[in-house]
Every structure is written in C-alpha cells, then in structure tokens.
C-alpha cells in the first residue's frame, strides 16, 4: 500500500466551479501537509502548507487537513483555465532524521478547467 | 526566499554515456538538497537527499549517484545511462521549515 494516495483524474470542470482535491494517507506520523501545482514541464510550485489538523485559506485556495480520517482536500473556488495543471499533494514526517525529512508525494490529480 | 538553479532543462543522451546534472541554491545557506524522478503520470521519487557537504544518503539503489561539493550545489551523476533513466528530474531545497522549493526540473531522454 501506497503511502499517499491520489486520484490521477483527469478532472474536468467548467469555468467558475469549485474543485475538490484530495489525498489520502496511511502514516499517522505525518504533521506537516502541503498542496504543489505543477505546469506541464515545470517544476511543482508550493501553493498550500498546514501544519496539523485545521484549515488554512489563501485567496481562492482553502486547504483542509483532517487527521482523524487521514483525508486532506484542496478546494479551489471559482476556478479559471489558468489553475489547469497536476495537484500533488505532500507530507512529512519530523520525528525522522533531519535529512530524511524529505516530502512524500501523491502521484497528482490533472485539473483541467474548461473556459 | 530560495531560488534554485537547475541546467539543462532538456537532455538527451544515448545509452552507455555519462551524465551530469547541476543544481545551484540561492537564498540560504546550509540548505537540506534533495534529488527527485519524476516518472510520466506519477508522483515524485525521492533518489538522493544531503544534509551537508560531502554527506550523501541514497534512498533507491540505481545506476546514479549524488555529490555536494558545496554548500549549495549538488550534481546528478551516471557514468553509464541506460534506458530505465528518462524522466524528469528535479532539484529541491527544503531547511529549517519542512516545505521544499524545487528548480524547474530537467527532461532527460535515453536513447
């Protein structure tokens, strides 16, 4: 089993939908969680970092972590063509050595927004 | 805030040559540097991370290696590529706080 899992999609929605994005996850270590968007041939780029349970709110992006259900969603609210690209979701365990506290990954959810 | 540098942004190689990618970090000093693959439609696999100069941690045994010899640079290495070594790789910086911060990754392609 997988670490972290992740709907590939692809997800297709209309301009101005809210999206739902999400992951789940088997190691209860993890505390710090994160939301990468990742452009065809780029490097991924941090949008979201929470840390623990809760919710955390960036202009159209609201991220939410639930570690009793081992369930973190990334909601994007009237979306644009622009936010098509690949979600990865990431977390991290910080009772590991320093160096090994390298991100684990979701493979990443396709969004495609449709004008 | 940290920019990474990584060069080239596409490669392609044949079968058996050598390999050598850069990345270069700006913006902080005694970073955590880590090399990730990124396979077509999958997630990220971490291959080598370093927490300082000259230390090296390998995480999946392949036809790669890893240096950093300096603080912050940290080189990609293969004497002998082989097919099973496309994909796009990724530098990526993380330091005290836990996110990291990749460069904008390199296509490599073994012929």
């Known amino acids: 089993q997988k670490e972290v899992e992740q709907d590939p999609g692809p997800l297709s929605v209309p301009e101005g939908a809210i999206v739902s994005l999400n992951c789940t996850y088997s190691?209860?270590?993890?505390?710090?969680f994160m939301w990468y968007r990742q452009y065809s041939r780029k490097g991924p780029e941090l949008l979201m970092y929470t840390y623990s349970s809760g919710n955390k709110e960036d202009g159209r992006f609201t991220a939410q972590v639930d570690k009793s259900s081992k369930y973190i969603s990334l909601f994007i609210r009237d979306s644009q063509p622009s936010d098509s690209a690949t979600y990865l979701c990431a977390m991290n365990d910080p009772s590991r050595d320093t160096g090994r506290r390298a991100l684990t990954f979701g493979s990443g959810t396709r969004l495609q927004v449709q004008p | 805030s940290q920019t990474i540098h990584q060069w080239p942004a596409t490669l392609v190689q044949p079968v058996g040559s050598p390999l050598s990618l850069e990345c270069t970090v700006e913006g902080t000093s005694n970073p955590n540097l880590y090399w990730y693959r990124q396979a077509a439609g999958r997630g990220l696999q971490l291959l080598f991370y370093?927490?300082?100069?000259?230390?090296i941690s390998s995480e999946v045994p392949q036809n790669l290696s890893a240096s950093r010899p300096q603080d912050r640079q940290f080189i990609l290495s293969s004497k002998k590529l082989l097919l099973s070594d496309s994909g796009f790789y990724l530098c990526a910086c993380g330091s005290t706080t836990t996110e990291a911060f990749f460069g904008q990754g390199t296509r490599l392609t073994v012929v």
């Open positions: 190691n209860s270590a993890f505390q710090y």
């Open positions: 370093s927490v300082g100069i000259g230390q």
